[in-house]
């Protein structure tokens, strides 16, 4: 659609803002509102979202006034939850988005290892209600990530993932909005095309209100980090390589490359010098743990080492997810294998010796469950991979410039172990629909959008998918 059409589509939709205001219990915001920064705000500080309209949902009721409001109108609708996935800004420009921050009730549901979690849960809201019942949701590797988006991007757990699969996996029902308004309970029974497309194909199909997924009994587990100088950083690699080749799926290894800066904001640990750290998750005992991972130890003495027992609501102390927004760029790639080769272009491109601007390389291992086809077969995770690589950097332009520079070398060189797709939950601002599906699974979402969203309401903030009958919004 051009600029003009949209514009003109916006000048109508402003006539009739007033009834929306009216008619949702939460605010709507147009670009000179005060809240309108707020709410279009994102992780990534360099996500432009800039819609023409946001309507701070609060209830169900106000997705679909607001969904219907849009679809009358011919305009372009998102959803947005903590803006930790970035989209280009044209994804968002003249659309009307969804923000779902207050819909954050979790309910946990003890008898039946179920929680049911609002639009825009956030996993720290639903982690510590579990816990009081002996129970553990897949959550990722950082707190502040939405439950939504995550999971219906396939939802990649670095401590339970390789033992119980993807948590896109674990999904028992769905509410969610559809571009005619309507609000459906979508289950494998009631609706299976639609269950199936919307773990995967997220918010191209609908907006979700609540999610209920399943809980596992976990309380504790061994685990944490090692945190080894530069010149361990081959060794560690290649003892990566080792423990992880048998593996069995109770045991989870990442190894994360950080390059920070010397600045404030950054643990005095790793502040301004290159650290390599060993990310540990095992659901098993602490003695079968160490033998283990006994061959990262070995390599020689660590900076800090916190691996060990620990209650599970300390997930987030294995990975140590930045909490704050930034500026980044992030690339990442699914690897079949990781081969000496692999490892040889991981050092050479972003090792200590690079002098690259990378800021952090992360290799995290897959396979396990995550291999395994689920239960309730879904459009989501990436089942033939056994590493994800996953680079970003952090910074000003030049800076972030330079090290995507160095990370789109460094894909190129890993393009011979490649399975050729990307995890969505981790891919680049620039990826499409095709980067992330198998030609199948994407043809058979293309099929569902056309019976859901036929004029491809839901294009803003998102991967498009295009109903069979049109071509994608970029
Ligand atoms: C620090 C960090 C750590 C991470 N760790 C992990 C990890 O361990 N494992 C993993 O798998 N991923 C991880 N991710 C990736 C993360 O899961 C994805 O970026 C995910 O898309 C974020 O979802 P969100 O809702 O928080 O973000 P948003 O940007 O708000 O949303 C992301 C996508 O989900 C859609 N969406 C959000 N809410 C809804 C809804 N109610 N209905 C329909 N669609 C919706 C949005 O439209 C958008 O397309 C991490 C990301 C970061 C930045």
């Known amino acids: ?7 003109t589509l916006i000048q109508q939709a402003i006539e ?3 009834q929306l205001k009216a008619n949702v219990s939460g605010r709507v915001c147009t670009p ?4 309108y920064a707020r709410e279009v705000s994102a992780f990534n500080l360099r996500s432009q979202i800039r819609p023409a309209f946001v309507v701070a949902a609060e209830t ?4 679909q006034i607001a969904v219907r409001f849009a679809a009358a109108h011919g305009l372009a609708v998102g959803v947005l939850s903590t803006g930790h996935h970035a989209f280009p800004p044209q994804t968002s420009h003249g659309a009307v988005l969804v923000t779902t921050r207050t819909m954050r009730t979790v309910r946990i549901d003890a ?15 639903v982690v510590g209600p579990a816990q009081r019942y002996g129970l553990a949701p897949l959550n990722g590797s950082s707190a502040g990530v939405g439950v939504v988006g995550y999971t219906l991007g396939g939802g990649l757990s670095p401590v339970l993932g390789r033992a119980y699969g993807w948590a896109a996996d674990h999904v028992r029902a769905i509410d969610v909005v559809t571009a005619d308004g309507e609000l459906r309970h979508v289950t494998a029974q009631s609706d299976p095309a639609l269950f199936w497309g919307l773990r995967g194909g997220g918010s191209n199909l ?6 209920e997924l399943d809980l596992f009994p976990v309380t504790t587990f061994y685990g944490g980090g090692i945190f080894h100088p530069a010149e361990h950083a081959e060794s560690v690699l290649h003892a990566y390589r080792q423990v992880v080749e048998n593996a069995p799926d109770e045991l989870t290894v990442s190894v994360a490359l950080l390059n920070f800066p010397p600045i404030p904001e950054v643990p005095e640990l790793l502040r301004g010098r290159f650290t390599v750290h060993v990310r540990v998750a095992y659901l098993g005992s602490d003695a079968e743990a160490e033998e283990l991972i006994a061959p990262l130890r070995a390599v020689g003495a660590p900076l800090a080492d916190t691996v060990g027992r620990r209650g599970y609501d300390t997930f987030a102390e294995v990975h140590q997810d930045p909490t704050e927004p930034a500026p980044y760029e992030d690339r990442s790639v699914l690897l079949t294998e990781l081969t000496p080769e692999a490892v040889a272009a991981v050092l050479e491109r972003v090792g200590p010796a690079s002098g690259s601007a990378v800021t952090v390389l992360e290799i995290r291992h897959l396979a396990g469950a995550l291999s395994r086809e689920a ?4 459009a989501a995770g990436a089942r033939d991979a056994a590493f994800l690589v996953w680079g970003a950097t952090v910074g000003p332009p030049e800076v ?7 990370m789109n070398t460094l894909l190129k060189d890993l393009t011979p172990w490649s399975t050729g797709r990307l995890y969505q939950n981790f891919t680049s601002r620039e990826a499409v629909a095709s980067d992330v599906f198998a030609p199948d699974v994407l043809a058979r979402l293309q099929r569902i959008k056309q019976q859901y969203d036929p004029r491809n309401v839901f294009r803003a903030h998102n991967h498009n998918i295009a109903p069979t009958s049109g071509p994608a919004a970029r």
Do not use: C, F, N
């Open 111 to 125: 008898a039946t290892a179920s929680a049911r979690v609002g639009a825009g849960a956030l996993w720290s809201d």
């Open 60 to 63: 169900p009721e106000d997705v």
């Open 1 to 7: 659609m051009s600029q003009e059409s949209t514009h």
């Open 375 to 378: 239960r309730l077969p879904s």
């Open 400 to 406: 972030v410039d330079a090290g995507t520079e160095d």
């Open 16 to 18: 009739e803002l007033e």
């Open 206 to 211: 609908g907006i979700v209100t609540s999610l």
């Open 32 to 35: 000179g509102d005060p809240h």
